[in-house]
Antibody, heavy 122, light 107 residues
Framework: QVQLGESGGGVVQPGRSLRLSCAASGFTFSNYGMHWVRQAPGKGLEWVAV????????HYADFVKGRFTISRDNSKNTLWLQMNSLRTEDAAMYYC???????????????WGQGTLVTVSS | DIQMTQSPSILSASVGDRVTITCRAS??????LAWYQQKSGKAPKALIYRASSLESGVPSRFSGSGSGTEFTLTISSLQPDDFATYYCQQYETFPLTFGGGTKVEIK
């Protein structure tokens, strides 16, 4: 059974940094691409980034390019999202999700964690 | 970026109704479309991928159709557990983009 547990959210001032973590279990983490998707309070879903199974391929949403970095450690079954230069509009629930396909990054976040809340406020 | 537009944004329906949600892409995405269900305060759940393929464990009353730029999600007979918000998402190209969502509420 796929389990994804996000952590690292909290209250941060604009311009500061935060690193989110996602602990994975119940599947072979090193075989799957992983996504971050966010949702501002009362708003819709917004895709943030994806990383391939081996970390060699990364894609980002335009609004986070240069500020956020997705990474993974397959030996620790852990996914991260390093968020720098945070803005008030980055406030959201951040979900990690496992891609639907083995090895190839298809682009379908199939299994989702419960999310970690990021608040950006002075 | 590919824009995804869902309609309606809110849909009022009764148990047993047949419900259809439409999703339009700003350019052709072939069949690279997924649908998700999200209940209040919960993480999204994948329902359909490749426009019409049902995820394992999803009831057969859910179906998806379409290709190119126009897609539909149909619930053949709405059940109490189906009142939720539904999102489409294209994966033809990065960045991945979601529709704005359709909230299915009790009439």
């Amino acid at each position: 059974q796929v389990q994804l547990g996000e952590s690292g959210g909290g209250v941060v001032q604009p311009g500061r940094s935060l690193r989110l973590s996602c602990a994975a279990s119940g599947f072979t983490f090193s075989n799957y691409g992983m996504h971050w998707v966010r949702q501002a309070p009362g708003k819709g879903l917004e895709w943030v980034a994806v990383i391939s199974y081996d970390g060699s391929e990364k894609h980002y949403a335009d609004f986070v390019k240069g500020r956020f970095t997705i990474s993974r450690d397959n030996s620790k079954n852990t996914l991260w999202l390093q968020m720098n230069s945070l803005r008030t509009e980055d406030a959201a629930m951040y979900y990690c999700a496992k891609d639907i396909s083995l090895v190839v990054v298809t682009g379908v976040p199939e299994d989702w964690g419960q999310g970690t809340l990021v608040t950006v406020s002075s | 970026d590919i824009q995804m537009t869902q309609s309606p944004s809110i849909l009022s329906a009764s148990v047993g109704d047949r419900v259809t949600i439409t999703c339009r892409a700003s350019q052709s995405i072939s069949s690279w479309l997924a649908w998700y269900q999200q209940k209040s305060g919960k993480a999204p759940k994948a329902l359909i991928y490749r426009a019409s393929s049902l995820e394992s464990g999803v009831p057969s009353r859910f179906s998806g159709s379409g290709s190119g730029t126009e897609f539909t999600l149909t619930i053949s007979s709405l059940q109490p557990d189906d009142f939720a918000t539904y999102y489409c998402q294209q994966y033809e190209t990065f960045p991945l983009t979601f529709g704005g969502g359709t909230k299915v509420e009790i009439k």
